[in-house]
């Protein structure tokens, strides 16, 4: 299953709001996260499930939370440009000149270890909140105290951990941490090349899901994994190529800075390993077929502050780089020759204290939590 991106989790109650109804006119927006409220009456509008989740959860007797992971946003940047569409150009090779907005936010006021002691709060709270919702637990103390848990957690990606979605490279930075103890097992997060390395280990019998599987055994209990993403900002571009070839004249971001919380809860089936051998040689295989996760359908988005200040904070060189540029796309459009862009660069400071900033991040990732644990519960009770 690929990791949603983060911006898409973003914009989807915005996409929701603006779904038109076939009979008539606009539906209503979509309620705003409640903190207030009980989990299991938001539970329907936030969370989703991947396919035969609502199947699959139902073989789920026992649990041990074997991973948990929380990925933070430090930096997000989104662009936009004019462009040319298919008959922009004429017969001498002249190409008009271009204009792209860059709008970048970061954070301010968090470091690693303030984001870490928060990754422990929420992890060590996730155990207390699936005993409550009904699940039977096994304690975490018992579960880190085996040696298989050890085995797969000293073979995972230690942490922090830089994590770069495909494709948008220096745009955005996420920092993905772990409770103490533990590592990045998720292979969303640290990709082919781990994957690689990871295969070696699985020769030696080393692989982080092979003492998963073997956990699972030892302990008589289906494994649950907890991913949370935890945004400040959320920005919206109109893109850089207009629809079907045609002029894009404008270029727009439109930005503001907002908590959002996401991620995904996936359970793998105890019931469903294959094992084979005895004692020190015993392996026990995952099926990855069989899991039940469930996710984002809407982010829960804080409607409270989290941060106390909000600057402008563009850099000299970006006004200089950008008065560079727009003086060759000038020239470039005045003389013929192609590809002249001008670039407008805004870059936003925001800065958080982390007392508050920590105590909105607990309540809205606790909330969050809750309702997939809900949702996770319903279908398993569902007929």
């Known amino acids: ?47 989703g499930m991947a396919k035969n989740a609502d199947k699959h959860i139902k073989k789920v007797k026992k649990v041990a939370i074997t991973s948990c992971n929380v990925m933070f946003a430090f930096k997000s940047n989104a662009s936009a440009s004019t462009s040319g569409g298919m008959f922009s150009s004429t017969a001498s090779g002249y190409t008009r000149a271009e204009s792209q907005v860059v709008v970048e936010y970061n954070l301010h006021g968090m470091d ?22 009904g699940f039977d637990v096994v304690p975490g103390k018992t579960v880190a105290a085996s040696a298989n848990f050890q085995g797969m957690h000293r073979n995972a990606r230690q942490v922090p951990f830089e994590y770069k979605a495909a494709g948008q490279g220096e745009k955005t930075k996420y920092m993905v941490y772990a409770p103490d103890g533990q590592g990045i097992v ?8 781990a994957g690689l390395g990871a295969a070696f280990k699985a020769a030696k019998g080393e692989n982080p899901m092979q003492y998963e599987g073997k956990l699972m055994d030892e302990l008589g209990a289906d494994a649950m994994r907890l991913v949370v993403l935890v ?32 991620g995904d809860m996936t359970f793998y089936l105890k019931d469903e390993l294959n094992c084979w051998g005895k004692d020190a040689k015993r392996q026990c295989g995952i ?46 459009a005045s003389s013929g020759v192609k590809g002249g862009t001008s670039v407008d660069i805004t870059r936003y400071g925001v800065h958080v204290d982390p007392a508050q900033y920590g105590g909105e991040v607990q309540k809205y990732a606790g909330g969050f939590v809750d309702m997939m644990l809900v949702r996770a519960k319903s279908a398993a009770a569902s007929k």
């Open 231 to 262: 945004d400040f900002a959320e920005l919206q571009s109109d893109g850089h190529r207009g629809k079907f070839g045609t002029d894009k004249n404008s270029a727009n971001v439109k930005a503001e800075a907002r908590l959002a919380i996401s």
């Open 186 to 193: 998720d292979q969303r997060f640290i990709g082919m090349m």
């Open 1 to 47: 299953m690929a990791f949603p991106h983060r911006k898409a989790l973003a914009l989807t109650a915005l996409a929701s709001a603006l779904t038109l109804s076939a009979c008539a006119g606009k539906v209503e927006p979509p309620k705003p996260f409640d903190p207030a409220q009980a989990a299991d009456a938001q539970a329907a509008s936030f969370i």
């Open 112 to 133: 690693d270890a303030g984001m870490k002691a928060l990754t422990n709060q929420i992890c060590a709270s996730a155990e207390e909140k699936t005993r409550a919702a």
């Open 287 to 332: 099926d990855l077929g069989k899991v039940a996760t469930f996710n984002t359908s809407r982010p829960v988005i804080s409607g409270a502050p989290f941060y106390t200040d909000l600057r402008n904070e563009t850099k000299t060189s970006d006004k200089v780089a950008g008065a560079a540029t727009k003086l060759l796309a000038i020239a470039a």
